[in-house]
């Protein structure tokens, strides 16, 4: 290649077609390859696809690549030590994550779109009205301390344990003014029997029918 | 004749083929609805909102969003995650943003690791002020300066950030700006789950 | 009746001796054509340049939201492909056709009024990009409104050619013709497919990214690497004698075209998939080396024996450079889609190096080469500067060499530094700048050339045409356009 660009002159008298005969000279080493490569295919496509089942994500065969088994365990072990006891903490962790997008890390929420929990008669109020909703979820006209808010919350039982929820609920219920008793883990159990089997979220006029 | 209809069907088919097996199979097989109590936290309001602000300004050209298993990377110990992604960690996302390539670090679970919503304020304005000599290009348009009306706003930038401010003014994060970070925050792939097994 | 590319001349060429036969009819579009391709070229490297320009003063220009680097980056890469690729792409299929045509085209009107639109949706596409509509990040990257225009537009661009094709039934024996009409046949297939999906949301989760990929690959091993291949077998075809078939050749095709289609979940090593679509990937991509393999074995034979039988010429050199480009890139993403490479690899520069050098060292090259010999036809006079051409050649290559060669140290260096798990990242990327930084230089020297070589074409069209070379070489069949 680099000998054809350095050297412009043509490389030798035009010749006339040589016809089809040197062109199908296929050199030995190219069936060679071609077994190689067949073999390595085939041995991918049997022995490294986890048997064709879609629910084998992970291999540790050589070809996926060797890992140590030591390492993972002591992740796992030091993981239950950073989980604190402390359902205000928990609580607080969980509503950074999960809520305060929306209702901001200030619980004021945002006027208009994404009501307050401060000082909201929804949060302080009955405990199986809160639970309803963060189960299943709210839709529809919403008036708050005066403001009007039309919004969707989705519902979080699949996405949140009953210790979670039930701490968010603690921590919700006590923070930025609010003075709340604590949940139980065990009461939001209850709460999610008695409403978690409902599809989709409760509209804003059944809020009167939810709770004692 | 009868060849052209074969060689062009054999064209069709190949196509088919492929496309069943790329798009089809696992739209059906990669789809499992989360079950149980901890599956990912639906993305809705604000955090679906920045979700698009965060393709608008193609973020995933640069930053990836999946970990891979700990024997086909570092990424598990580099502490950019506590296990591989799986299929149900995009559950709700209609585009998920794996991305292509890593010029900057993976955000799989960047609201695990900072959960403070300044830093990321900060970081969007000024990287350099976080990560100097860093080629993350500030996104200062996504930032307004506004009057500031009494006190100082809580969401307001350090006024150190930008020498030229005028007295009165601060740097106030545009919606988008909000939206983007809450969405940033919201990303912590890591609660325990499981492959699910047939 | 066709006489392509037997010209003589010396390697930068003063004119085309023998020229090719094409009617008017077929000129004038793909001339159109071309020149939107050079054009949306020159568009996306000034993108490409002013996201290098990014990377060493990352503020630049960074007041405006629709300059900034993640758009200008996908704006850039998809202008390139659709721009620059398809528009020169398609007009080398009109002349595919059109040279062996015994009638004038008289849809070439339609052809240029569909050509004008479908350069409207890439600029409307190119518009949405940059204040953010940006539904993924690929060459899928286009809204879904601007999906549907490029697969009308395309429609009815190619239903003649594809038609045309078909009747004539001579791609069961031409190699170049059986490669354009993969390519033909699966863009409107695979981009209606994607607007639907794109449109009504039906795809969702991580099977998004899995349809993106297939795309993706669809796009570079089903459209631009056919065409690609259909002008180097065109060249190497040439006469009609060498046109019987070639096992090789024809083993190459088939493999290339069925591992094409299954080979994207390389990509998805390590992303949430189960292992068999991933493995049917890499195995996929793997066979692709052996497809390219035997297409370089026929290509390279035959090749050898047309660049002996003729004078070296531009066409020869850039055909040859991108057909040894062609070969390293698909070789080498085969290998790196191993395992126990890609785990290294993996995200990092090394894999867009290879792509690099796929879409520019391999398609922009022999597009290149193929656009050069059009347009000298088209001129009927010579040259007027063989400096510029002699310029754009070189630095075309040198541009192409060093921007591979430094993405790929820079990529190495990275996925090296990465699996350090002590190193922290801001690190990494501060020992993988110069290497980014010298890439950005490489950008620039390519648009350099890309600019002498414009400014060469505006010089030529700007010219008063020689009207003997006309009467005397142009084989009229038909007056009117």
């Not at chain 1, 003014?177 to 709460?191: I, P, T």
């Not at chain 3, 993706?216 to 631009?224: S, T």
Request: charged share 15%.
């Amino acid at each position: 290649m680099r000998e054809n660009e350095k050297n412009p002159q043509p490389t030798g008298i035009p010749q006339p077609p040589l016809g089809e005969e040197s062109n199908r000279k296929i050199p030995s080493w190219f069936w060679l390859l071609s077994f190689i490569i067949l073999s390595v295919v085939v041995y991918i496509l049997v022995f490294e696809t986890g048997g064709w089942r879609s629910s084998v994500f992970d291999a540790t065969s050589l070809f996926w690549g060797y890992m140590p088994k030591e390492k993972p365990k002591e992740k796992v072990l030091q993981k239950p030590q950073a989980v604190a006891a402390d359902p205000m903490a928990i609580g607080q962790e969980q509503y950074q994550a999960m809520c305060a997008a929306c209702h901001q890390p200030s619980g004021m929420g945002m006027a208009g779109q994404y009501p307050p929990l401060a000082n909201s008669e929804y949060v302080i109020g009955s405990k199986a009205r809160l639970a309803a909703i963060l189960l299943n979820g709210l839709s529809g006209e919403l008036k708050i301390n005066g403001q009007n808010y039309n919004g969707v919350m989705p519902g979080w039982k699949t996405a949140l344990n009953d210790e979670k929820l039930a701490a968010i609920m603690t921590f919700i219920r006590n923070s930025w003014g609010n003075h709340g008793d604590k949940v139980e883990a065990s009461e939001v159990k209850q709460f999610r029997e008695k409403y978690g089997k409902k599809e989709g979220a409760w509209k804003t006029t059944e809020l009167s029918t939810l709770g004692e | 004749m009868i060849a052209r209809i074969v060689w062009v069907l054999g064209i069709f088919l190949c196509f088919l083929f492929g496309w069943f097996v790329y798009v089809i199979i696992p739209s059906q097989v990669l789809d499992p609805s989360p079950e149980g109590e901890e599956t990912p936290p639906p993305n809705f309001g604000l955090v679906e909102v920045g979700q698009q602000v965060y393709g608008a300004n193609g973020c995933s050209g640069c930053h990836t969003q999946l970990v891979r298993p700990a024997n086909m990377g570092s990424d598990i110990a580099r502490g950019w995650g506590n296990r591989r992604t799986l299929p149900v960690d995009y559950y709700h996302e209609t585009n998920p943003f794996l991305g292509i390539v890593r010029i900057g670090p993976d955000l799989s679970n960047i609201g695990k690791r900072k959960k403070d919503s300044s830093w990321f304020y900060i970081l969007l304005y000024e990287p350099n002020q976080i990560f100097p000599g860093t080629i993350m290009p500030p996104y200062k348009y996504l930032f307004r300066k506004v009057r500031a009306e009494g006190k100082r706003n809580p969401q307001a930038l350090p006024p150190e950030l930008d020498r030229t401010l005028p007295n009165g003014m601060q740097i106030m994060p545009s919606p988008e700006a909000v939206a983007l970070v809450a969405y940033l925050l919201s990303l912590d792939r890591s609660y325990p789950t499981q492959p699910k097994k047939q | 009746m066709s006489n392509p590319m037997v010209e003589s001349q010396e390697w930068i060429g003063s004119g085309v001796s023998r020229p090719v036969s094409l009617d008017r009819s077929f000129f004038i579009p793909v001339i159109f054509m071309l020149v939107a391709a050079f054009f949306w070229l020159l568009v996306s490297m000034g993108f490409a340049l002013l996201g290098a320009g990014k990377i060493v003063i990352p503020s630049l220009l960074g007041s405006w939201g629709w300059l900034t680097f993640g758009r200008i980056g996908l704006a850039s890469f998809l202008v390139f492909s659709y721009g620059w690729g398809m528009n020169g792409g398609l007009a080398y299929a009109l002349y595919l056709i059109g040279k062996n045509a015994q009638e004038p085209f008289r849809g070439s009107g339609y052809f240029l009024c569909s050509a004008l639109f479908w350069n409207l949706s890439i600029f409307i596409g190119m518009m949405a990009v940059l204040i953010g509509e940006i539904p993924s990040l690929s060459w899928a990257g286009w809204p879904d409104f601007v999906l549907f225009l490029l697969l009308l537009n395309y429609s009815l661009m190619n239903y003649w050619i594809v038609k045309k094709l078909l009747v004539s039934g001579s791609f069961l024996r031409s190699l170049s013709h059986s490669y354009l009409l993969i390519a033909l046949l699966w863009f409107p297939w695979a981009i209606g497919s994607l607007f639907i999906f794109f449109h009504w949301l039906v795809i969702r989760g991580v099977s998004f990214a899995s349809m993106e990929w297939w795309f993706n690959e669809g796009f570079l091993h089903l459209w631009l690497a056919p065409v690609g291949l259909s002008m180097l077998y065109d060249y190497v075809e040439g006469r009609n004698g060498q046109r019987s078939s070639s096992f090789l050749g024809w083993l190459g095709l088939i493999l290339f075209f069925l591992c094409s289609n299954f080979a994207s979940a390389s990509h998805l090593i390590g992303a949430p998939f189960p292992l068999w679509i991933v493995g049917l990937g890499i195995a996929a991509r793997i066979l692709l080396i052996l497809g390219a393999v035997a297409i370089g074995i026929d290509l390279l034979q035959r090749l050898k024996k047309r660049i002996q039988a003729n004078k070296q010429n531009i066409f020869s050199r850039y055909f040859l450079i991108a057909f040894y480009c062609f070969l390293i890139a698909i070789v080498g993403d085969g290998c790196i889609a191993m395992p126990f490479v890609s785990r290294l690899v993996h995200f990092s520069f090394v894999e867009i190096a290879f792509l690099v050098l796929f879409i520019y060292g391999f398609y922009s090259f022999v597009l290149m080469g193929m656009a050069h010999y059009l347009y000298s036809n088209f001129f009927r006079k010579p040259w007027l500067s063989e400096t510029f051409l002699k310029i754009t050649f070189w630095t075309n290559m040198y541009g192409i060499s060093f921007l591979f060669v430094f993405l790929f140290l820079g990529g190495i260096v990275q996925s090296v530094e990465l699996e350090n798990a002590e190193l922290p990242f801001s690190q990494v990327v501060e020992s993988v700048l110069p290497y980014l930084r010298g890439a950005g230089m490489s950008a620039t020297l390519i648009l350099f050339s890309q600019l002498t070589y414009c400014f060469l074409l505006l010089l030529m069209f700007l010219m008063p045409v020689e009207k003997e070379g006309i009467e005397k070489n142009e084989k009229n069949l038909s007056r009117s356009i």
